[in-house]
């Protein structure tokens, strides 16, 4: 089978996506009898290109590394915006990894549900559509006989959601507790070894996990986004971000980090959630741990998830140091989710559709 995909959000990620699938072609067709092209690429600056019969992607990647535009890569009509190229890219896939707007998640959502809507899977990097739309959502890809897969989301690439979803049947997640924003503990880890909040938040920029404004982090909005998907995912809540109860990492003061560390405690940016007497308690709050605790020991920009389970009481997950690479791995497990599922159902319709509901 030759599985058609399209890229809205031509970034780090989309980029770092196209790399790894170029990487892993042999071994796709091979282990997995996946074929794949690429009918779309869509960035905002840069513009878009669409062809039914597969995209040059080197030659993309080339374009887009020297700055020059898409468009010249383009067969068929003008597309004006985003909604255009779902329409004309021709994907059996499409994976939006364009950039979050942490207050509404649009025009994220808008473009999940006008590719649903074609008739394509979607898989997301992008966390607005899961932190405001999720139930609307998955609702929309079940009618739909689609898959929506978010893996990416939390913690990039390790595997969360298909944790749950495949490997913990019949287990009820409980509560979590985790450090989920590499950026804050990136800032709290150098600040303990001397580092000013400043020194570390531009250190944190240089090596290129902070945005030149950082308020998106460091007030935890980031950290209070993913405390919201995994409660609305895992928990079966419904809440956005801004019904987490947030607190973020600018009152904590060098001298407070480095007191911690020297008490063998340390100080972290923890999310939390759990079900107290049928309500949804969120939070993301700095707290001092003690050297017993798991997420003491999660330095620089590594992250941690530990699940309480009615079935395998505390599981934890930890991720070393994550980037863009990671990222894109959790796209591709999110395509397999969908190869595996759709085999049956493309042997018999010859449309790549879903045996079974993801
Ligand atoms: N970086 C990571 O490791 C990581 C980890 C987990 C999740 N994520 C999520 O993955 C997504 C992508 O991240 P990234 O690091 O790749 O971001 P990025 O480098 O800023 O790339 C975003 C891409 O989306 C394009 N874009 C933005 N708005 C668009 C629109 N309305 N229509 C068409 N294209 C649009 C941008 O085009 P222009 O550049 O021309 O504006 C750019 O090509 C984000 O939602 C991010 O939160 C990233």
């Known amino acids: 089978m030759e599985l058609k995909l399209a890229i809205l959000g031509f970034g780090v990620v989309g980029r770092e996506f196209v790399r790894l699938l170029r990487r892993k072609s042999e071994e796709l067709a091979r282990e997995y009898g996946l074929a794949w092209c690429v009918t779309g690429l869509a960035t905002r600056r ?9 995209l040059d992607v080197e030659a993309a990647l080339a374009a887009v590394a020297g700055g020059s535009r898409l468009d010249v890569f ?40 006008a590719a649903l809507v ?21 609702d929309l ?7 929506f897969l978010f893996e990416s989301t939390v913690m990039d690439g390790a595997p969360v959601f298909s944790l749950v979803r495949d490997a913990l049947l019949a287990a009820n997640v409980l509560g979590f507790r985790g450090i989920l924003n590499s950026t804050t503990n990136f800032i709290l880890t150098e600040m303990e070894a001397g580092a000013s909040f400043d020194q570390a938040v531009r250190r944190a920029q240089a090596i290129g996990i902070a945005e ?34 947030r607190t973020g990492i600018r009152e904590v003061t060098p001298e407070a980090a480095q007191a911690a560390r020297a008490a063998g405690r340390h100080i972290k ?13 969120a939070r993301v709050v700095p707290q001092e741990l003690p050297a017993s605790d798991l997420l003491a020991w999660v330095q620089g920009t590594s992250s941690l998830l530990s699940l309480r389970t009615d079935t395998l009481k505390q599981l934890t997950l930890v991720e070393h140091d994550p980037g863009p690479a990671q990222t894109a791995y959790g796209l591709l497990r999110d395509l397999l989710a ?11 319709s010859g449309r790549i559709g879903l045996s079974s509901p993801i």
């Open 141 to 147: 890809a079940r009618q739909q006989g689609r898959a």
């Open 212 to 245: 030149a404004d950082p308020a998106l982090d460091v007030d935890g909005w980031d950290a209070a986004t993913k405390t919201a998907i995994l409660a609305t995912v895992l928990m079966g809540a419904d809440i956005t971000p801004l019904q987490v109860d």
């Open 46 to 54: 840069l513009g878009m290109a669409c062809n039914p019969a597969g």
């Open 269 to 281: 940016l923890v999310c939390q959630a759990e079900w107290r007497d049928g309500r949804l308690i």
């Open 118 to 138: 074609a008739g394509q899977h979607v898989v997301t990097a992008n966390k607005g559509p899961l932190a405001f739309a999720y139930r609307e959502l998955r």
């Open 74 to 113: 383009h067969h068929g009509p003008p597309l004006g915006d985003a909604f255009d190229f779902i329409a004309n890219c021709g994907a059996d896939v499409l994976f939006e990894t364009t950039v979050l707007n942490p207050r509404t998640g649009q025009p994220a959502i808008d473009h999940v549900r």
């Open 338 to 348: 969908i190869v595996r599922a759709g085999i049956w159902a493309n042997a018999t």
